[in-house]
């Protein structure tokens, strides 16, 4: 019931070749992909060659309500589009936002705790674990030198980012 978004391969590609890709199950009624946004896709060929990461791209692109019925209500959305690959037998990848896993996250997280700079005004801790089992850090920044009541009487300010699986944007 929450289908946006979308990260797939395509391998073993054929230079100069129209393809069509159908996603045929998102469920939102209206996308950007309708006013000029376009899929991503990362080459392994072409990031070799030239050192280019993610890239937008597709021709043809159109987002619109199909004819699936959902179990409760309304239907489903098609998102497609047409794309070209420019090497035989490439690696691509294909994704809505641009991929940040979980992993990146903690790897990126670890370096902060390593660095003496951030971690002088940086605690992380786990604030839940995800239905997934993975854990789900809260970072307090602040100045740590101060007497315990002093921070206890502090005001807060709590951002959260990255909440559905599409965000990715929050990560960056």
Known sequence: GYTQWYYFSVSNTKAGKNYRFNIINLIKPDSLYNHGMRPLYYSDLQSKKTG???KRGGTDICYYQNSMKRKNAGYYYTLTWQMSFEHDKDAVYIS?????????LQRYLNALELDPKPKNRMRRRTLC????GNQCDMLVVTTFQSDHDAIKNRKGICISSRVHPGETGASW
């Open 129 to 132: 674990h995800t239905i997934a």
């Open 52 to 54: 280019h990461g993610w």
């Open 96 to 104: 809505h936002s641009y991929p940040y896993t979980y992993t990146d």
